[in-house]
């Protein structure tokens, strides 16, 4: 038994010859948006590692991934050795946490505002050793945003009900992302009121709030649509008027990065329609 | 069967066990082979380790709960230890506590099966279906709650959902240590009983004339399983099948002698998970699948075959 036992240790130890001891380089992004800021900022070859959710620019479908977002292969991850693994937000924190011991250098780069995209974009720059670049994308974001808002200027804001999942009812609340979104596109999120990321919302809400525009961004998609139309009847301003949208390519309105410019002018483009 | 054949059984299911951890440290993301002493190591040993530790105290478990409830469905978590680890990995998540969040799913898998057990004492019959029955409703209660802290706290759902379909990927060494060193204790201490066990399946009656002190036996077996499914559920979450399944392929094939059943269960269930996570995380490589799915996908047809031609 121990002179089997002998030959499998020695036969591991054989094959386990150390290839890695290279010293650690370039990025893994596990974050979508982390990734798009990455690219734009030019400092995509560097990135050696995405996830699977990470599907813009063209360039990322030619990186390596490490598996999905919150249970990636850590085995992918320590194959690839990069410098510096960035992560987004609490459904990572765990996996932050094993990283770290593992003596990576993690970053956060989560944003639920704008202004944290901006941060981010500029902590990120700092990283990939551009700063000049962050600040320069970070300006180009304000002036196309500052655009948007010359062009809403003189429109009325309209009361807005965006829903984020259908199963169980779901908006964003004032601590979100899309709350950004939707005051910059000149309208106003009926459930701001609410102190969160997100609002457990429900049918009733909707009609007691009586949204004018309704923006569907959860995967119920059109079903949800026609359903709307027909619980609300003449019940909610959106649903008398129409004004109910399934947005297919939301991924600018609802991903924090870079393009939350194009993002905005989306979604004012469907508020005002224009 | 005969004794020649039992033996060779035996060293099959050892082989295989031998078998799915050599596969499993030369599996993965990284490629075939092990990529690098690093990866090995850190990564592929613990998690392999983590496995194994995790599917013996389920299979050990197991086969102890069907032997004392007397119940052919009794799997390690009929008894509400998961639903208790879950609360507490819950609580711990939303009070901020998350570098408690093992310690407190540990403890809470104890608390509430400490629970249960106390409610079914009072049961005027004291028999195993109502420890069963007190089992089933506790866990019910105790995941309602859970899924309430769930509901309005939905930015900590990742932690607790994670913790519920089972991963080996996030397991620190400590946690590892603690529930091998406990799991192989318990594995042990019960095999001290498995003279107990054997004699209290000829019946109750049969048992008490024979001299065992079955509510005893009952109650510290009882404990003894609790111990080893909190154990494996601080390594791994909540991993399904694996407890209910492995003890009656060995009973199919080696009868239902305690002492080999523990054992063997324990040896199998740990070769089996460690199998099943490999193919998880080797099939669609590097993305993972959760081992539950994988494990059911593979235990269910096998399961079915013993079924039949048993």
């Known amino acids: ?274 | 069967m005969n004794y020649m054949d039992k033996k060779i059984s035996i060293l099959l299911f050892f082989l295989f066990s031998a078998v799915a951890v050599l596969f499993a440290l030369f599996t993965g993301a990284a490629g075939w082979g092990p990529g690098s002493s690093y990866i090995m190591w850190n990564i592929r040993v613990p998690r392999v380790a983590a496995a194994f530790v995790a599917g013996a105290g389920l299979g050990a478990s197991g086969a102890l709960l069907q032997a004392i409830l007397k119940n052919p469905l009794a799997a390690p978590y009929v008894a509400g230890t998961s639903a208790g680890a879950g609360l507490g990995v819950a609580l711990a998540a939303v009070t901020g506590l998350t570098v408690l969040e093992t310690p407190a799913g540990f403890a809470g898998g104890l608390i509430v099966t400490g629970i249960v057990f106390k409610m079914a004492s009072y049961s005027k019959r004291k028999t195993p279906e109502s420890l069963v029955l007190a089992g089933v409703v506790m866990s019910s209660l105790v995941s309602a709650v859970t899924f309430m802290i769930m509901v309005f706290n939905r930015d900590t759902v990742f932690r607790i959902l994670f913790f519920q379909t089972g991963s080996f990927q996030f397991v620190s060494q400590r946690a590892l240590f603690f529930s091998a060193v406990l799991i192989t204790a318990g594995i042990v201490f019960s095999l001290l009983y498995a003279r107990e066990l054997d004699v209290m399946t000829q019946g109750d009656d049969v048992a008490v004339s024979l001299g065992v002190e079955i509510s005893k036996t009952r109650k510290v077996l009882f404990a003894v399983s609790a111990l080893m499914v909190s154990g494996s559920v601080a390594v791994a979450g909540v991993v399904g099948f694996v407890g209910l399944i492995v003890p009656h392929v060995v009973r199919f094939i080696l009868g239902a002698t305690h002492r080999r059943l523990i054992l063997l269960s324990a040896v199998f269930g740990g070769g089996f998970l460690v199998f099943t996570d490999a193919l998880a995380r080797g099939l669609f490589a590097p993305m993972e699948i959760p081992a539950g799915i994988i494990t059911a996908f593979f235990g269910a047809p096998f399961f079915l075959y013993l079924l039949i031609k048993g």
């Open chain 1, 1 to 274: 038994m121990q002179k089997y036992l002998a030959i499998i240790l020695i036969f591991i130890s054989a094959c386990s010859s150390d290839i890695s001891s290279d010293s650690p380089e370039g990025y893994i992004s596990l974050s979508p948006a982390v990734t798009e800021i990455l690219f734009r900022l030019n400092a995509d070859d560097k990135l050696v590692g995405v996830t699977d959710y990470c599907d813009y620019p063209d360039g990322v479908s030619e990186k390596e991934s490490v598996g999905d977002m919150v249970n990636p292969s850590i085995e992918m991850i320590a194959y690839l050795n990069p410098e510096t693994i960035f992560t987004a937000g609490e459904p990572q924190e765990k996996l932050a946490a094993r990283l770290t011991d593992m003596g990576y250098n993690v970053v956060e780069a989560e944003s639920r505002s704008i202004q944290e995209i901006y941060d981010n974009i500029l902590k990120i720059s700092e990283i990939t050793g551009n700063p000049d670049e962050g600040e320069r994308l970070v300006s180009e974001i304000k002036k196309e945003i500052a655009g948007i808002g010359k062009k809403l200027k003189n429109r009325d804001k309209k009361k807005v009900y965006v829903e984020i999942s259908a199963s169980p009812v779901m908006s964003p609340g004032k601590n979100s992302f899309l709350n950004d979104v939707i005051k910059k596109a000149g309208g106003v999120n009926v459930s701001a009121g609410f102190d969160r990321s997100y609002v457990l919302s429900g049918e009733e809400f909707i009609v007691e709030k009586n949204p004018e525009v309704i923006l569907i961004l959860s995967e119920a998609g059109r079903g949800r649509k026609e359903r709307m139309k027909r619980v609300f009847g003449r019940e909610v301003d959106a649903a008398e008027k129409g004004d109910i949208y399934y947005v297919e390519e939301k991924e600018s309105i609802v991903r924090p990065g870079p393009r939350v410019s194009e993002g905005i002018r989306k979604m004012a483009e469907i508020i005002h329609s224009f």
